[in-house]
């Protein structure tokens, strides 16, 4: 893969892929809820690395439920990536889970950004 990208190609790719995580997000607005809420205590709590294959294994399974093969969205691209099989290391999971975190608050700002919602009384 010796492809070289410009600026303008890999911010078209991004934009595509922020539109197809909004339309899955969209589908599925609870299992994306719980998706952030684990990620979040993965990252910042004090977790026993016996428990991580069990945890590894809830997002994994979270991410493929979000996971589009034809419109890759971040779950797609983040699914294999900490699945406790395709994880060399456990010990990586945090790592791979604050990567996930900061992908998801760019969506998030993304989303409030393309979006201007008000509300009417």
């Given at each position: ?31 994306y809820r ?40 971040i779950f ?46």
């Amino acid at each position: 893969m010796n492809e070289t990208l410009t600026i303008t190609e890999l911010e078209r790719r991004w934009e595509k892929t922020l539109s197809a995580t909004e339309k899955t997000v969209t589908r599925y607005p609870q299992v994306y809820r719980e998706l952030k809420i684990l990620v979040e205590e993965i990252v910042t709590k004090t977790l026993d690395i016996s428990d991580y294959p069990v945890i590894a294994e809830k997002l994994g399974k979270l991410l493929r439920s979000m996971e589009d093969d034809v419109q890759k969205n971040i779950f797609y691209f983040f699914s294999d990536r900490v699945s406790p099989s395709s994880i060399s290391k456990l010990k990586l999971l945090r790592l791979e889970c604050w990567d996930l975190l900061d992908q998801l608050k760019a969506f998030d700002a993304w989303r409030m950004e393309t979006h201007h919602l008000r509300i009417l009384k």
